[in-house]
T-cell receptor, first 111, second 115 residues
Framework: SQQGEEDPQALSIQEGENATMNCSYK?????LQWYRQNSGRGLVHLILIRSNEREKHSGRLRVTLDTSKKSSSLLITASRAADTASYFC???????????FGAGTRLFVKA | KAGVTQTPRYLIKTRGQQVTLSCSPI?????VSWYQQTPGQGLQFLFE???????NKGNFPGRFSGRQFSNSRSEMNVSTLELGDSALYLC??????????????FGPGTRLTVL
């Protein structure tokens, strides 16, 4: 079974609005990452947060991690049409060298 | 620096056949991971290789195998293909130094269709 589960499964917003996606996982992790995928192509790494970090920023992205609740959230501020894509959280367990992906959130940003 | 390349990009096979997919990592990356992506199961980890050694594997039947060569290029093989093996197969490379996470860079994938 997959480690990460995300919600919502799909999200539709207007350009300029913020988008929030949530991810939950099941076991202890070394780190949690977020990736973006456009139309069935390869994934692009967005941001990584380590298990001892609580919040991280990168440009318009803000990621939080709550290890006590085994959950993370990705916030995209001031969204653009180009942000339309599927977003996946992925965890690397403490055993290492095995990345488990969530089911993903499909984000659609309307211009 | 060239990105991760995967060949072929598209492949059509029939049930019972076997297939070999290839992945060339970014120069200097010694870790290569393989993933299967389907609409029903999402992205699933197949295996990870580092310096020609498989360090971890996912829950796939023995029909799925892989290897890594001394130049870090990797291949995965699927024998006795089934309809359910139709998927996008993604390869990712990373520096993956032991006990340290490094960002994974993904290739464009190989779209396999089994008829």
């Amino acid at each position: 079974s997959q480690q990460g589960e995300e919600d919502p499964q799909a999200l539709s917003i207007q350009e300029g609005e913020n988008a929030t996606m949530n991810c939950s996982y099941k076991t202890s992790i070394n780190n949690l990452q977020w990736y973006r995928q456009n139309s069935g192509r390869g994934l692009v790494h967005l941001i990584l947060i380590r298990s001892n970090e609580r919040e991280k920023h990168s440009g318009r992205l803000r990621v939080t991690l709550d290890t006590s609740k085994k959950s993370s959230s990705l916030l995209i501020t001031a969204s653009r049409a180009a942000d339309t894509a599927s977003y996946f959280c992925a965890t690397e367990s403490t055993g290492g060298f095995k990345t488990i992906f969530g089911a993903g959130t499909r984000l659609f940003v309307k211009a | 620096k060239a990105g991760v390349t995967q060949t072929p990009r598209y492949l059509i096979k029939t049930r019972g056949q076997q297939v070999t997919l290839s992945c060339s990592p970014i120069s200097g990356h010694r870790s290569v991971s393989w993933y299967q992506q389907t609409p029903g199961q999402g992205l699933q980890f197949l295996f990870e290789y580092f310096s020609e050694t498989q360090r971890n594997k996912g829950n796939f039947p023995g029909r799925f195998s892989g290897r890594q060569f001394s130049n870090s290029r990797s291949e995965m093989n699927v024998s006795t293909l089934e309809l359910g093996d139709s998927a996008l197969y993604l390869c990712a490379s990373s520096l993956r130094i032991i006990n340290s996470y490094n960002e994974q860079f993904f290739g464009p994938g190989t779209r396999l269709t089994v008829l």
